[in-house]
């Protein structure tokens, strides 16, 4: 049976509609009707533009050419992102009506690759740990994780082809592996971040959810990068099951294990590499950074509006307020010497093969998960990829986690890509 549009990945539909056997009008509106469908039971969306929508696909599917390499791809933008016409509200009643009149950057870029917004995707509040009111679509009584919760779930549920997330300790890589969908962490710095409600700078990093790892080579195409040329040979992958292995399901480590044996018999060179042992220590170093960075990121809205906080979010505000200068300039100190050890890996391998998350969505939707094997890689501002594989005893998306040298972006997109192929 032939796919509905609205199930194509964006490198499937980009293709059709250059063949002229698509239009976007066509791609949009049956991205609409899945909505109407199940937005009820998921709850991905703060906003939707149908009208705007709409209208930009006609103006598209009236060119003779593509307008680039999106061209017609309906977005979901991640909700502390700023949009020009809808509101954002940054999952906060603070924000609940705020319009900031203005696209932010990566907005504009896909924009002009021939994208459409199709509207505001649910984020947990400011990006944090308070959770939306997105329901994991592949079981609605579990979470879809956090923070970029309603991106992750519209293109799961075939709402979206592509979603904007944004991570600043795991929230693009958990909520792709929740969610059972490709899911892209940029090098830090990859990526303009103007017009993004900013958590902790010196962490925040853009990324995106799709369905394919090729999809995410068109996403850096509208950057103005050019796709990595095919691997000739197969990848040098070392396994590296952090200090944190023990913390994950054993069916998930059963699962990462069973991945490094299927590449390995695709003729991928796997050898283990053991995380030096001070890399404990990152997980603290992570969490001083970015709760210090978030008293000062949101010391505004604590002063005006401190009770629209949730408690987690006073908690975030306590926690970073503890954090000395002291302790700030060691945590980027601790940063710093990892960094050094993790040339070590670089010498040794084309890209390192890790757990996504501790294993399935948990059940309930007011734990987002464990960010645990996701904080250590966006504090050293590595590129992260989620890639789906298999699912776990709930019947639930597992996912293995792909990362390669920071400003390899396009050369692990392409190792991506092999890697998808022979997992499938």
């Given at each position: 049976m032939a796919k509905s549009p609205n199930q194509l990945s964006a490198s499937e539909a980009v293709l059709r509609m250059a063949q002229k056997r698509l239009k976007a009008r066509d791609l949009v509106e049956a991205c609409l009707d899945r909505i109407e469908?199940?937005?009820?039971?998921?709850?991905?969306?703060?906003?939707?533009?149908?009208?705007?929508?709409r209208k930009r696909a006609d103006i598209l599917d009236k060119r003779s050419r593509p307008a680039g390499p999106l061209h017609g791809i309906p977005l979901a933008v991640k909700d502390i992102i700023a949009t020009r016409t809808m509101p954002t509200?940054?999952?906060s009643p603070i924000y609940r009506d705020h319009v900031v009149g203005k696209?932010?950057?990566?907005?504009?870029?896909?924009?002009?690759?021939g994208a459409i917004v199709l509207g505001k995707a649910v984020t947990t509040e400011f990006a944090g740990g308070h959770a939306g009111k997105t329901h994991n679509p592949h079981n609605l009584r579990h979470t879809p994780?956090?923070?970029?919760?309603?991106?992750?779930?519209?293109?799961?549920?075939?709402?979206?082809?592509?979603?904007?997330?944004t991570q600043t300790a795991g929230s693009v890589i958990r909520p792709g592996a929740f969610n059972g969908v490709v899911a892209y962490k940029g090098s830090y710095g990859w990526a303009d971040m103007t017009g993004i409600k900013a958590y902790a700078p010196f962490l925040d990093t853009l990324g995106f959810f799709a369905r394919e790892a090729n999809d995410l080579a068109?996403?850096?195409a509208a950057y103005g990068h050019a796709p990595a040329d095919p691997p000739a040979q197969a990848p040098r992958i070392g396994l590296i099951r952090t200090?944190?292995?023990?913390?994950?399901?054993?069916?998930?480590?059963?699962?990462?294990?069973?991945?490094?044996?299927?590449?390995?018999?695709?003729?991928a060179r796997v050898r283990e590499w053991q995380a030096p042992e001070n890399w404990a220590n990152l997980m603290q170093a992570q969490?001083?950074?970015?709760?210090?960075?978030?008293?000062?990121?949101?010391?505004?809205?604590?002063?005006?509006?401190?009770?629209?906080?949730?408690?987690?979010?006073?908690?975030?505000?306590?926690?970073?307020?503890?954090?000395?200068?002291k302790q700030y300039a060691d945590a980027k100190k601790r940063r710093r010497t990892a960094l050094a050890q993790l040339d070590d890996a670089w010498s040794k391998f084309d890209?390192?093969?890790?757990?996504?998350?501790?294993g399935e969505a948990p059940s309930g939707l007011g734990n987002t998960g464990d960010p645990i094997f996701n904080r250590f890689w966006t504090l050293l501002g590595t590129p992260c990829i989620a890639l789906p594989f298999n699912t776990g005893p709930f019947g639930l998306p597992l996912s293995v986690q792909l990362v390669g040298a920071r400003g390899t972006d396009d050369q692990l997109i392409a190792w991506a890509r092999w890697v998808e192929r022979k997992l499938s």
């Amino acid at each position: 049976m032939a796919k509905s549009p609205n199930q194509l990945s964006a490198s499937e539909a980009v293709l059709r509609m250059a063949q002229k056997r698509l239009k976007a009008r066509d791609l949009v509106e049956a991205c609409l009707d899945r909505i109407e469908a199940r937005e009820g039971q998921v709850h991905a969306w703060e906003a939707l533009d149908p009208d705007g929508a709409r209208k930009r696909a006609d103006i598209l599917d009236k060119r003779s050419r593509p307008a680039g390499p999106l061209h017609g791809i309906p977005l979901a933008v991640k909700d502390i992102i700023a949009t020009r016409t809808m509101p954002t509200t940054c999952g906060s009643p603070i924000y609940r009506d705020h319009v900031v009149g203005k696209d932010a950057d990566c907005v504009t870029r896909l924009v002009k690759a021939g994208a459409i917004v199709l509207g505001k995707a649910v984020t947990t509040e400011f990006a944090g740990g308070h959770a939306g009111k997105t329901h994991n679509p592949h079981n609605l009584r579990h979470t879809p994780a956090g923070s970029s919760s309603g991106s992750a779930a519209a293109v799961a549920d075939f709402m979206a082809p592509v979603g904007y997330g944004t991570q600043t300790a795991g929230s693009v890589i958990r909520p792709g592996a929740f969610n059972g969908v490709v899911a892209y962490k940029g090098s830090y710095g990859w990526a303009d971040m103007t017009g993004i409600k900013a958590y902790a700078p010196f962490l925040d990093t853009l990324g995106f959810f799709a369905r394919e790892a090729n999809d995410l080579a068109l996403i850096r195409a509208a950057y103005g990068h050019a796709p990595a040329d095919p691997p000739a040979q197969a990848p040098r992958i070392g396994l590296i099951r952090t200090p944190w292995w023990e913390v994950a399901e054993p069916y998930n480590r059963k699962n990462i294990e069973e991945a490094a044996h299927t590449l390995r018999a695709a003729g991928a060179r796997v050898r283990e590499w053991q995380a030096p042992e001070n890399w404990a220590n990152l997980m603290q170093a992570q969490h001083r950074i970015m709760t210090k960075e978030a008293t000062q990121s949101y010391a505004k809205e604590r002063a005006r509006s401190s009770h629209l906080f949730s408690p987690i979010m006073h908690s975030v505000m306590e926690e970073g307020d503890a954090v000395s200068r002291k302790q700030y300039a060691d945590a980027k100190k601790r940063r710093r010497t990892a960094l050094a050890q993790l040339d070590d890996a670089w010498s040794k391998f084309d890209i390192l093969l890790a757990p996504s998350a501790k294993g399935e969505a948990p059940s309930g939707l007011g734990n987002t998960g464990d960010p645990i094997f996701n904080r250590f890689w966006t504090l050293l501002g590595t590129p992260c990829i989620a890639l789906p594989f298999n699912t776990g005893p709930f019947g639930l998306p597992l996912s293995v986690q792909l990362v390669g040298a920071r400003g390899t972006d396009d050369q692990l997109i392409a190792w991506a890509r092999w890697v998808e192929r022979k997992l499938s």
